[in-house]
């Protein structure tokens, strides 16, 4: 199974459209996927005690610890990924032990093409994921409506796709 993460909380999402866009073409492949949307399992704040007990997050630590590679999407937000999924890391912890991250991201415009980076790296040094080294960065005119603008970013979303099935099946098939 894999798992998509989207993290923003925005009701009009665009970092949305590309966990969906996501999710779509695992299926289009014949891979069992779970979108996993914080905006509607709405986690509690990390304190490092009881928020761990509770019954969304619990949830996500089976999904993410039970995934064969997982894709997150969030926004931008100051040059970082938003917080609800730092949080969801956060209270989540060692599930990701070992997984193969992809990780896609909408912004309000291009200067910030190095935000993944503080997500990637503490994934990296604290778990050991494996950073898939392609990442998704749109901006506005990727989007229109509700759904990608063009083959072009559809195109992107596919390779991401395919160049993580790649890294997921040879490293799971070693373990
Ligand atoms: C609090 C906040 C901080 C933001 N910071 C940045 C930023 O540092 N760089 C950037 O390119 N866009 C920034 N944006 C714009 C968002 O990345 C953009 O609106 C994006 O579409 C949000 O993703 P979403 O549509 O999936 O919620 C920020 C937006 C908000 C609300």
């Keep these: 199974m894999f798992l998509v993460i989207s993290s923003s909380l ?28 914080l905006a509607i399992k709405i986690l509690p704040a990390c304190d ?12 996500l630590s089976g999904l993410i610890h039970a995934a064969e590679g997982i894709f997150v999407a969030s926004p931008v937000y100051n040059y970082d990924v938003n917080a609800a999924v730092k949080n969801a890391v956060e209270l989540t912890g060692r599930a990701w032990t070992g997984k193969v991250v992809s ?3 909408a ?9 993944a980076m503080g997500l990637a790296n503490s994934l990296m040094l ?3 994921c494996i950073i898939v080294p392609r990442f998704i960065y749109a901006t506005g005119d990727a989007f229109e409506g509700d759904g990608l603008a063009d083959e072009e970013i559809q195109g992107r979303v596919t390779t991401l796709v395919s160049e993580t099935m790649k890294l997921a099946d040879a490293l799971n098939r070693t373990l």
Excluded: W
């Design 10 to 37: 925005h009701p009009n999402s665009r970092s949305r459209i590309l966990a969906r866009a996501c999710t779509e073409q695992l299926q289009e492949i014949g891979r069992e996927v779970t979108l996993f949307d």
């Design 48 to 59: 490092g005690a009881s928020a761990y007990a509770d019954a969304n997050v619990k949830e």
């Design 103 to 105: 990780l896609m991201l």
């Design 107 to 115: 912004a309000g415009g291009q200067g910030s093409y190095m935000s």
């Design 126 to 128: 604290d778990f050991r």
